[in-house]
């Protein structure tokens, strides 16, 4: 069975409107997802995802040159080719063996796979939303960003209020928590909370000493991206209970061997509508290992773009049995949603760091330089009563002045009028 031809289509899929409050600042390009269909000799159709502005592996731009003409069989575990075209050449010969995914990457070892939502970091009361709604859809967990420029204790003790008490936090610091003096302190207070599950990359992975102290003293698992450090050194060293994996079939299909060898779990973090996180159902089936939730972000999206929907089941959703991915494109999603674009920019904006004491800092940066510039400007870790939050563009004089102060890496800092609401919660 050979490939005929190879079709990309750009979407822009809206997400949803409380998870639009936040992105917008931050990830706003994450709306934009690229549909690949594969059209064999034979007529079946396979189609899968990339979501190209983070994917571990975008569509290269000679796709058409590399697989047209060639035997689709003989490019399955090619993961060079990108996500999306890697998906859609499961889903083709899978369909064409009649056949479910899983039966051509392993063998089957669970029925139903475990999801976690994903949620940015955000105030207090939106993290609580983000988790209501979480446990309304299935769910029986939410991976958050944690960042220290936020009050933890008063997201944690919202977020408790409006779940059942089994729901599980797991917490991403993405290394903001910059060292281990810092990240022990900070995590031994989170224990109190039965909740917090599980913490992710508190402080750089490269730091394997601060790594492996961190974990000696704290009493929750700790999980590291798979491959920083090489992972002989994370072994060595046993400074991590599990692991994040993302990549594609090839790669996943050797870390999968290595953590069973090891007695380590992992989750797969795979971004992307219904389709990523149907692929992701395939894999989870066979990599005895994937027992922690799987990561993918469905949830940020108004539409799966699928049909039959994901549907979550006590914080769990079935592996599909039909031949291939087992779902279908929604065509008229597709169509209403297909744009010229691949790219979005955020809306001009500063974030306002404030503290309970009326102290207020401005910062310039994006999001993303916001992790590397907070920790090295000594602010203060999780502190009572702090948050930050973007401050969009008014078009006043008030933001023009703000924003003058703070470009070139500069910030503003100055005392503004303090509220009941800013004060910190009592404990």
């Given at each position: 069975m050979k490939i005929k031809s190879i079709e990309l289509i750009h979407l822009d899929v809206p997400f949803t409107a409380h998870t639009e409050l936040h992105m917008k600042y931050w990830l706003p390009h994450w709306r934009i997802t690229q549909i690949c269909k594969l059209t064999m000799d034979n007529g079946i159709v396979g189609f899968g995802e990339t979501i190209p502005n983070y994917t571990w592996a975008k569509v290269p731009d000679n796709i058409k040159e590399r697989v047209v003409g060639q035997q689709a069989a003989g490019l399955l575990w090619d993961d060079s080719l990108g996500a999306g075209v890697q998906m859609a050449l499961f889903d083709a010969v899978g369909k064409h063996e009649n056949v479910p995914v899983y039966q051509l990457l392993g063998t089957k070892v669970r029925d139903y796979v475990p999801l976690s939502w994903w949620g940015m970091d955000m105030p207090a009361r939106d993290w609580a939303r983000q988790c209501a709604d979480a446990s309304r859809a299935g769910y029986m967990s939410a991976k958050l960003k944690a960042r220290t420029w936020y009050d933890m204790h008063a997201g944690i003790q919202a977020i408790i209020k409006v779940v059942p008490p089994q729901f599980k936090l797991d917490f991403d610091y993405n290394g903001t928590l910059d060292n281990a003096a810092n990240a022990v302190e900070h995590l031994k207070s989170l224990e109190r909370y039965e909740q917090v599950a599980m913490i992710e990359s508190p402080i750089p992975q490269g730091d394997v000493a601060g790594n492996r102290h961190i974990r000696e003293r704290i009493n929750r698992p700790i999980a590291m991206h798979f491959g920083q450090p090489p992972i002989a050194t994370t072994m060595k060293e046993d400074v991590a209970d599990g692991f994040v994996v993302c990549a594609g079939a090839s790669a996943i299909r050797s870390q999968s061997a290595i953590t069973n060898a090891a007695n380590k779990p992992f989750w797969l973090q795979l971004v992307g509508t219904g389709i990523t996180t149907t692929w992701a159902a395939h894999l989870g089936a066979v990599c005895p290992e994937a027992k922690w939730p799987a990561i993918?972000?469905?949830?940020?999206?108004?539409?799966?773009?699928?049909?039959?929907?994901?549907?979550?089941?006590?914080?769990?959703?079935?592996?599909?049995?039909?031949?291939?991915?087992?779902?279908?494109?929604?065509?008229?999603?597709?169509?209403?949603?297909?744009?010229?674009?691949?790219?979005?920019?955020?809306?001009?904006?500063?974030?306002?760091?404030?503290?309970?004491?009326?102290?207020?800092?401005?910062?310039?940066?994006?999001?993303?330089?916001?992790?590397?510039?907070?920790?090295?400007?000594?602010?203060?870790?999780?502190?009572?009563?702090?948050?930050?939050?973007?401050?969009?563009?008014?078009?006043?004089?008030?933001?023009?002045?703000?924003w003058e102060a703070v470009q070139d890496g500069a910030t503003l800092r100055r005392q503004e009028s303090t509220t009941k609401s800013r004060r910190p919660p009592k404990r």
């Amino acid at each position: 069975m050979k490939i005929k031809s190879i079709e990309l289509i750009h979407l822009d899929v809206p997400f949803t409107a409380h998870t639009e409050l936040h992105m917008k600042y931050w990830l706003p390009h994450w709306r934009i997802t690229q549909i690949c269909k594969l059209t064999m000799d034979n007529g079946i159709v396979g189609f899968g995802e990339t979501i190209p502005n983070y994917t571990w592996a975008k569509v290269p731009d000679n796709i058409k040159e590399r697989v047209v003409g060639q035997q689709a069989a003989g490019l399955l575990w090619d993961d060079s080719l990108g996500a999306g075209v890697q998906m859609a050449l499961f889903d083709a010969v899978g369909k064409h063996e009649n056949v479910p995914v899983y039966q051509l990457l392993g063998t089957k070892v669970r029925d139903y796979v475990p999801l976690s939502w994903w949620g940015m970091d955000m105030p207090a009361r939106d993290w609580a939303r983000q988790c209501a709604d979480a446990s309304r859809a299935g769910y029986m967990s939410a991976k958050l960003k944690a960042r220290t420029w936020y009050d933890m204790h008063a997201g944690i003790q919202a977020i408790i209020k409006v779940v059942p008490p089994q729901f599980k936090l797991d917490f991403d610091y993405n290394g903001t928590l910059d060292n281990a003096a810092n990240a022990v302190e900070h995590l031994k207070s989170l224990e109190r909370y039965e909740q917090v599950a599980m913490i992710e990359s508190p402080i750089p992975q490269g730091d394997v000493a601060g790594n492996r102290h961190i974990r000696e003293r704290i009493n929750r698992p700790i999980a590291m991206h798979f491959g920083q450090p090489p992972i002989a050194t994370t072994m060595k060293e046993d400074v991590a209970d599990g692991f994040v994996v993302c990549a594609g079939a090839s790669a996943i299909r050797s870390q999968s061997a290595i953590t069973n060898a090891a007695n380590k779990p992992f989750w797969l973090q795979l971004v992307g509508t219904g389709i990523t996180t149907t692929w992701a159902a395939h894999l989870g089936a066979v990599c005895p290992e994937a027992k922690w939730p799987a990561i993918t972000c469905m949830n940020i999206w108004k539409e799966q773009l699928i049909t039959p929907k994901i549907e979550m089941r006590g914080g769990y959703h079935a592996v599909p049995e039909k031949p291939g991915l087992g779902v279908e494109l929604n065509a008229a999603v597709v169509k209403r949603h297909t744009v010229d674009y691949d790219w979005l920019d955020t809306p001009r904006h500063v974030y306002r760091y404030s503290r309970a004491n009326g102290e207020v800092t401005y910062f310039g940066c994006n999001k993303q330089n916001l992790h590397n510039i907070y920790p090295k400007l000594a602010m203060p870790i999780s502190e009572a009563g702090s948050q930050c939050v973007p401050v969009e563009d008014d078009g006043s004089k008030a933001f023009g002045k703000i924003w003058e102060a703070v470009q070139d890496g500069a910030t503003l800092r100055r005392q503004e009028s303090t509220t009941k609401s800013r004060r910190p919660p009592k404990r």
